[in-house]
């Protein structure tokens, strides 16, 4: 692949608003999987199983390499990507439980920004980010709507200390239960009903613009896949899991080619954190250091491939900081829709996104947390990366088929990693750079004040 470069269709398109101003907004699709490894697809990883559809949308876009999410938990992430807003500031942390409120109404959404400007919204997936009356998807700017309302894991059959008697897991659909008590053998359907919505939603709304949010059940554990991709990856379940996820993403992107409105669609493919690798062989794999629920660039950094053709380079890989706090306000840029009324924290990020040249990240830094705790930050820039002194979990023993391993907890002193020289935060640079972790001591210390 080639180094993310601008094309002249990019140069003369960079401007969202003029593009939005001169004919109808573009459509705007994101896939969000759950528990994801940054490796788990070709070509950031080399996984032993194929993935045809991210290789191909990859091709015909930009795989961006140094992608980010604030917190390294569902809900938390999930809040983030579709408010705009750091964790502290909405208090979405970690993973809320049956029936919690979630993100305060005050909040806006992307769906609710994006309905302002006339598009149709859905989204077809897991939610986690409410679960209540005026929490679920109807009430937070979502025209259309099925899916989990928390992780499917939240249920009876729960096979560690966790239990979730009180509460069945339930399948919705545009506000009304479908489905009281979910089965295994419905929890194979979930992909593949999430696809067949998201196609049948583009076929729909091919004359008007729209946002489509595909936010995918699995591969978070208990993982399912249906019979038609059960043993077809000869790489075991989570193999099997993740063809079905790649395969439903050709189904969208087919979607939008036989109906169209490809050229004038920005597809978002990423993960809502890294994997959860107590889970073992039922876990994703990424390169980076240690994974879900930590701060470290494991749990932090997920793949990312955006594909928009004429504006997005294809073929191309950009090693540029981007964040999904980043992603409401730039597509509220393209759509040329007015932000929220309520303050938030992310920006807009797009003359990044197409390598505009020139274009310099314009956050001072980004803050990661686990849970209602500040960890650290990452300059703007992503070049430098400051732990605040904090305790983690480290995985001790994988487990196996379903089962969950051990953690063990571990620290980590006040450390600064040189991300360009050492995404991996192998050696604590600390000492050589002492100016540098006195500026983001700085800025931590300020954010934690304000929000935590």
Known sequence: MKV???????????????????????????????????????????????????????????????????????????????????????????????????????????????????????????????????????????????????????????????HFDKWPLQFWGNGKVTIDDMTAKQQKNLTTWYAEHAVDFIKRHKDEPFFLYVPHSMPHVPIFCSDKFEGKSGAGLYGDVMMEIDWSVGQIVKALKDNGVDENTLVIFSSDNGPWVSYGNHAGKTPYREAKATGFEGGTRSACVMKFPGRIEEGTVSQKMLCTLDVLPTLAHLAGADLPENEIDGKNVWDLAVNKKGAANPHKYYPFSTGGRLEGVLSGDGRWKLHLPHGYRTLVKPGNDGKPGKYKQARIELSLFDMEKDPFETTNVINEHPEIAAKLKGLAEEHKKRFF
């Open 4 to 162: 993310a470069g601008l094309g002249m269709a990019s140069a003369a398109m960079s401007n969202g608003a003029g593009m939005a101003a001169e004919g109808r907004p573009p459509n705007f699709v994101i896939i969000f999987l759950d528990d994801s490894g940054w490796a788990d697809f070709h070509p950031f990883g080399k996984p032993p199983y194929d993935t045809p559809n991210v290789k191909q949308l990859a091709s015909e876009g930009c795989c961006f390499h140094n992608f980010h999410v604030p917190q390294a938990v569902c809900s938390a992430s999930r809040a983030a990507l579709l408010t705009g807003c750091y964790p502290g500031r909405t208090r979405m942390f970690g993973a809320h439980g049956p029936r919690q409120r979630g993100v305060d109404p005050k909040f806006a959404t992307i769906g609710q920004v994006l309905k302002k400007r006339g598009y149709a919204t859905a989204c077809f997936g897991k939610w986690h980010i409410g679960d209540q009356e005026d929490t679920r998807p109807p009430k937070r700017g979502f025209d259309e709507s099925c899916g989990l309302m928390y992780s499917n894991d939240m249920w009876k059959f729960h096979p560690g200390t966790r």
